[in-house]
């Protein structure tokens, strides 16, 4: 189990095949909370040597409602969006009107995706997110549910809000791909060595005994931390296979005063 969760958050670390540019993957939960706009739009003209790009606004769904229309970029790099003349969108956008991620940022299967943007713009509380995802992972939708279960997995505060009756429902989940990440929100439900431990100063005690970059007392410790806090200290997509040794001294402050580390 070790081994998967491993290989599961190095895919996790990697960019989507699609992306031309070298990043992380963004899910659609998180560019919702990084953007400044989200909409549902009609892309105009797009400069072949990169530009300002302007789109029609058919549907704000984040941001001032009463915008008609939203001027983003585009780039003749390798990093850019790939905005098409005429394609309907939702779009995810900065303040600076940049998009999220980039190409990651300009979702062309508005069927696909529109209902559970909807859902989470209208979403007004932890408990109501926390259904969200699970709906979306017990439908098991590939797409969906590989960014449902990216955003949960590294969302403390969201796990701890999940009830028994839904535990039992992603437990019953069989993934629709060997990509899944959902092993890594079984793996956190299910709670690791130091569950009966709730003192972060104890458990920050123990990442700063730890040794190694990998050691398993140190990711379990991390893990219960932030789960106490209910607050995410650092991506547990990247600590739950280790990270640099001097770097958790930073994790066991993190741990210890419940701010996230940079």
């Known amino acids: 189990?070790?081994?998967?969760?491993?290989?599961?958050?190095?895919?996790?670390?990697?960019?989507?095949?699609?992306?031309?540019?070298?990043?992380?993957?963004?899910?659609?939960?998180?560019?919702?909370?990084?953007?400044?706009?989200?909409?549902?739009?009609?892309?105009?003209?797009?400069?072949?040597?990169?530009?300002?790009?302007?789109?029609?606004?058919?549907?704000?769904?984040?941001?001032?409602?009463?915008?008609?229309?939203?001027?983003?970029?585009?780039?003749?790099?390798?990093?850019?969006?790939?905005?098409?003349?005429?394609?309907?969108?939702?779009?995810?956008?900065y303040d600076d009107g940049d998009t999220v991620g980039h190409g990651q940022g300009y979702i062309t299967d508005v069927k696909t995706w529109e209902a559970t943007v909807d859902a989470w713009a209208a979403a007004t509380s932890d408990v109501t997110r926390r259904s969200i995802l699970v709906e979306v992972l017990v439908k098991n939708d590939e797409t969906l549910a590989y960014d449902?279960?990216?955003?949960?997995?590294?969302?403390?505060?969201?796990?701890?809000?999940?009830?028994?009756?839904?535990?039992?429902?992603?437990?019953?989940?069989?993934?629709?791909?060997?990509?899944?990440?959902?092993?890594?929100?079984?793996?956190?439900?299910?709670?690791?060595?130091?569950?009966?431990?709730?003192?972060?100063?104890?458990?920050a005690t123990i990442i700063d005994a730890g040794k190694g970059e990998s050691d398993p007392d140190r990711i379990a410790a991390l893990e219960r931390c932030e789960r106490v806090h209910g607050t995410r200290l650092y991506p547990y997509t990247s600590y739950n296979h280790g990270v640099a040794d001097h770097f958790w001294k930073a994790l066991a402050e993190a741990c210890r005063t419940g701010k996230p580390a940079s």
């Open 1 to 93: 189990m070790k081994h998967l969760l491993a290989v599961v958050a190095t895919l996790l670390a990697l960019p989507a095949p699609s992306d031309a540019c070298s990043q992380r993957h963004f899910s659609m939960f998180e560019k919702f909370e990084l953007a400044t706009f989200v909409a549902h739009v009609r892309v105009g003209g797009v400069p072949p040597r990169g530009g300002k790009v302007q789109l029609a606004v058919k549907r704000m769904i984040k941001g001032d409602a009463k915008k008609k229309s939203l001027t983003t970029f585009e780039s003749s790099t390798s990093c850019a969006v790939g905005y098409k003349r005429n394609k309907t969108a939702i779009v995810f956008l």
């Open 148 to 203: 449902a279960a990216s955003y949960l997995a590294d969302s403390p505060g969201l796990l701890n809000k999940v009830d028994a009756d839904q535990r039992q429902q992603l437990a019953a989940v069989t993934p629709s791909s060997k990509y899944s990440l959902l092993p890594l929100v079984l793996a956190r439900l299910a709670g690791g060595k130091f569950e009966k431990v709730s003192d972060a100063t104890k458990l």
